[in-house]
């Protein structure tokens, strides 16, 4: 079998390190798997980059001219809208998710090199501006959807508006239940009928990280039909295990005699809609008593109103690229925190799991298939940033007993081969599904 796995990048970002993963562990099984990004970073020898579509001058010259004239006309409109509460045509609204339309490929990616390979499974990850709606529905191979979120079923926006109970992913995105905190163009009704549109009567096979991701796609308007596999995403347990507490926290110039919390960063730390949550776990650290007791270690850069207010001593690592380095910063910890609003899966708790550390995380999206409430970890309710601090302490205070039962059930329930084998089973249904709708159309 061959498969070819597509994503945004190969590198940075939890779907990158996902598809990066699942390439390797598919190789290493027998499977000759490709990753193909529109740009290359990596050095891995199954990394490779798409082939472009060829343009004419023509067409490149109305793409400059297009992005040119959209520049031109949001430095006239942007200041209009700044003066009133909300522009009548611009899309606004309070809802602080990614949002992405994906109506063009800005990779130029090539739809009839995918189709003309010799490829027996297209395995798509976080694909967004790389290839858009209307070339995903152009692929003719069998396909194949992992979900890294919510996007693929839901409007514009990557997740469930879990903060304002917008449930228009399972009812269809229409003008009488647009929620009332979006303005303008109502951009993710536009999104969600160009995909009902191209994607109607197409079979693609899902796979979902946790079972949360898989009752949203399971649920929704658009795809409520289709296959999907509940199938985590891939961790190396011979990278991601438990090293000496003391010896890392002297390697790393780490404090020895202070509780040390871990705090993964991506993206939008500083921001009021920061959907990593770093507002929530500021309030949590001020909760904390003596905090002269702690230290907070950050797997990520800072902005400079992140270091204004965190009231505990922290170190930020910057970017980690080490998966090694990575580990050994997870077991310097006695525990790590994720005040996330939404995750799809939370791979940095089950990092921190496999390397003997207990989480605290907020009980939404797929936080609760990584944490069991007072077994592994701590599960707080949304989003009381009290009870992640009251979480904080009952990990601190019954370490020993969850950080033996996280590490066993991380390297129980997150097995590689046995999720290797499960994707393997996957592209063999997507196979048979395709085989089956061939003989039904002739």
Not at 185 to 205: E, P
Not at 300 to 314: R, T
Not at 363 to 372: F, L, N, Y
Not at 399 to 411: V, Y
Request: aromatic letters at 12%; one cysteine or more; hydrophobic letters at 40%.
């Amino acid at each position: 079998m061959k498969v070819l796995l597509i994503n945004f990048k190969d590198s940075g970002g939890g779907a990158a390190i996902a598809a990066m993963r699942l390439v390797e562990a598919l190789n290493g099984a027998g499977v000759q798997a490709v990753l193909a990004v529109p740009e290359k970073t990596s050095s891995s020898p199954y990394v490779v980059e798409l082939p472009k579509k060829r343009r004419g001058f023509f067409c490149k010259l109305v793409r400059w001219l297009g992005n040119y004239l959209g520049h031109i006309f949001s430095q006239i409109v942007n200041p209009i809208a700044g003066r009133v509460p909300f522009h009548p045509f611009r899309f606004t609204t309070t809802n602080g998710i990614f949002h992405t339309t994906n109506f063009r490929s800005e990779a130029d990616v090539d739809v009839d090199w995918i189709n003309s390979s010799d490829f027996d499974v297209v395995n798509l990850h976080w694909i967004n501006d790389i290839v858009c709606n209307r070339d995903i529905a152009r692929i003719t191979k069998p396909l194949v959807w992992t979900m890294h979120d919510s996007w693929p079923c839901c409007g514009a926006e990557h997740h469930p508006n879990v903060m304002e109970g917008d449930t228009r992913w399972q009812e269809g995105y229409y003008r009488h239940n647009k929620p009332a905190t979006t303005h303008g163009v109502d951009l993710c009704r536009k999104v969600w009928k160009q995909k009902r549109r191209y994607f109607a009567g197409r079979r693609i096979t899902f796979t979902a990280p946790s079972k949360w991701e898989h009752d949203v796609l399971t649920s929704s308007a658009l795809f409520g039909g289709s296959d999907c596999y509940l199938v985590p995403n891939i961790i190396d347990h011979k990278v991601f295990y438990p090293r000496d507490r003391q010896e890392v926290r002297k390697l790393f110039g780490l404090p020895l005699d202070r509780k040390i919390i871990g705090f993964g960063a991506a993206g939008n730390m500083d921001g009021p809609g920061a959907m990593k949550g770093s507002g929530l776990l500021f309030e949590a650290l001020n909760r904390l008593e003596d905090k002269e007791g702690y230290f907070l270690l950050v797997f990520g850069p800072v902005g400079p109103a992140f270091k204004q207010a965190v009231s505990i001593p922290f170190f930020s690592s910057g970017y980690v690229a080490s998966p090694q380095i990575l580990a050994c910063l997870y077991s310097a910890c006695d525990v790590f925190v994720n005040t996330s609003i939404i995750e799809s899966f939370s791979y940095t708790c089950l990092e921190a799991a496999s390397c003997g550390v207990p989480s605290v995380a907020f009980d939404v999206g797929g936080t609760g298939c990584m944490i069991r409430h007072k077994e592994t970890g701590y599960l707080a309710s949304p989003y009381k940033a009290e009870e992640i601090t009251d979480g904080i302490r009952y990990c601190l205070e019954h370490s020993g007993k969850l950080s033996a039962s996280a590490l066993g059930r991380a390297r129980e329930a997150f097995d590689r081969d046995k999720t290797v084998r499960k994707y393997i089973e996957v592209y063999e249904a997507a196979l048979r599904g395709a085989q089956a709708s061939e003989g039904r159309s002739e």
